[in-house]
């Protein structure tokens, strides 16, 4: 059993368009906000629409974090300082991995990571955003806590979103049946298209993301 401290805090991850911060109880109405400026692309995921959903939403990922389950983050536009929506570390894993101290890791960081729960508002789709919160979050998890991997899933139907995640550079590892729970309504559970990148591959990766940024 590795020893490590239950919860794992947000850093804050700042960049040109976008800044991560620790979710907080305050985040409510902002997040509301941005949540109802157009829900035409929620089907696949979990985004809260009222004050009172969106406060259990918040709660849960606080709860989580204190487990030690996930590190979650809000979204904030550099331009006008709006929150823009909800991104997330989540499935750490810790395990023995004896090149961690070389590499600058230990064994109170994660050696496996998923950046997963993301959505953004409206205003903030199909602008730099998207992509610099994935660089922020792809450095953190490598360049920060020394992983070994880091997977980024979705449910197998979610084309826009599997198009988002090839474009990030990542390896598609294939499709986990009946995997997690579906977001749509009436649904149980989904199979997720999974894709992965590895330390080794990260450099590349890294480039790819700037140059999209440049």
């Given at each position: 059993m590795i020893e490590r401290d239950m919860k794992l805090p947000s850093p804050t991850l700042s960049g040109r368009?976008?800044?991560?911060?620790?979710?907080?109880?305050?985040?409510?109405?902002?997040?509301?906000?941005?949540a109802n400026e157009d829900r035409a692309t929620y089907d696949w995921t979990a985004v809260p629409?009222?004050?009172?959903?969106?406060?259990?939403?918040?709660?849960?990922?606080?709860?989580?974090?204190?487990?030690?389950?996930?590190?979650?983050?809000?979204?904030?536009?550099?331009?006008?300082?709006?929150?823009?929506?909800?991104?997330?570390?989540?499935?750490?894993?810790?395990?023995?991995?004896?090149?961690?101290?070389?590499?600058?890791g230990g064994g109170a960081l994660p050696v496996e990571v998923e950046i997963g729960g993301t959505w953004l508002a409206a205003s903030a789709q199909r602008t730099p955003i998207n992509t610099e919160a994935k660089l922020l979050l792809l450095r953190q998890a490598f360049?920060?806590?020394?992983?070994?991997?880091v997977a980024?899933?979705?449910?197998?139907?979610?084309?826009?979103?599997r198009a988002a995640i090839e474009r990030i550079g990542a390896t598609f590892e294939g499709v986990?049946?009946?995997?997690?729970?579906?977001?749509?309504?009436?649904?149980?559970?989904?199979?997720?298209?999974?894709?992965?990148?590895?330390?080794?591959?990260w450099p590349a990766v890294e480039a790819g993301l700037l140059a999209r940024l440049a």
């Open positions: 368009h976008v800044q991560l911060e620790q979710l907080r109880p305050e985040h409510v109405d902002g997040l509301v906000a941005a629409p009222t004050l009172e959903g969106m406060s259990a939403y918040i709660a849960g990922l606080l709860a989580d974090q204190e487990r030690g389950e996930v590190v979650p983050f809000v979204q904030r536009r550099v331009a006008d300082g709006t929150l823009v929506g909800c991104t997330r570390f989540l499935r750490l894993e810790w395990w023995t991995d004896p090149t961690r101290t070389s590499r600058g360049d920060g806590w020394a992983v070994n991997r980024i899933c979705t449910d197998v139907r979610n084309t826009r979103s986990l049946r009946r995997h997690r729970g579906s977001y749509v309504p009436g649904e149980g559970a989904r199979d997720s298209a999974m894709y992965i990148v590895i330390a080794e591959e």
